[in-house]
């Protein structure tokens, strides 16, 4: 059970369910973050299969990377694509949350919960409707359906 005092989240109970709590917790960390550190760790290994025992430090892999076209490309479309994203995002977000704040009209919750909507679903399945929508229109897919998509 949760206590809230001060501010502050606490755990009501005994010892045992919060060093319990506590453990369970770490756990959960260790599994989301120990696979990345060993793949972050082994990206550094001057042998060429994964998982391997450690050779020697380099950055050859860094560097090939840096000199392979499609990735440069790949990685300059989603800096323009989060860019252009960003800004269209702002440019109807935030008129559109000062109406919502701002505005006493009757069926207002409606409009709230139709823009909450995207936060509700998970973003895989609204990219495959989208994917779907796009080809069910026989829309090609371009930099322009990419940004609608964002």
Do not use: D
Not at 85 to 103: D, K, M, N, Q
């Amino acid at each position: 059970m949760i206590n809230k005092q001060k501010g502050k989240r606490q755990i009501r109970g005994s010892k045992a369910l919060k060093i319990i709590a506590v453990i369970y917790l770490i756990l959960i960390y260790l599994f989301i973050f120990v696979p990345m550190i060993i793949v972050v760790v082994g990206s550094f290994n001057s042998q060429k299969s994964f998982p391997a025992a450690f050779e020697s430090f380099t950055i050859q892999w860094y560097i090939s990377l840096l000199h392979h076209s499609p990735f440069l490309y790949s990685a300059l479309m989603s800096v323009i694509v989060a860019a252009v994203a960003t800004i269209l995002a702002v440019l109807f977000g935030v008129p559109l949350s000062l109406f919502i704040a701002r505005a006493r009209i009757p069926g207002m919750r409606y409009v709230n919960a139709f823009v909450m909507l995207p936060l509700m679903i998970p973003q895989i399945a609204v990219s495959i409707a989208l994917l779907q929508t796009f080809q069910i229109a026989k829309i090609k897919l371009s930099f322009f359906t990419l940004i609608i998509a964002h």
